[in-house]
């Protein structure tokens, strides 16, 4: 029915606004933080901070295990 298209329209319109903004806004973030991490220093912070993080979470599942 015609309703049914309109609504399905209207997803689609969302659908495609929400994921142009989050791909538009990935790629522009992807590509500061590439500029940011230019130096080893800050490399090496990201890194120590990233696999703290990953550690803290991983670690209440392995000790369940």
């Keep these: 029915s015609a309703q049914e298209r309109e609504v399905v329209a209207i997803i689609l319109g969302v659908f495609f606004v929400v994921t142009s903004g989050s791909a538009t806004l990935w790629a522009y973030a992807g590509s500061w933080i590439s500029r940011y991490f230019k130096t080893g220093t ?16 991983t670690l209440p599942a392995l000790t369940r295990l």
């Design 42 to 57: 800050r490399q090496r912070w990201f890194n120590r901070i990233a696999a703290s993080a990953l550690i803290a979470t």
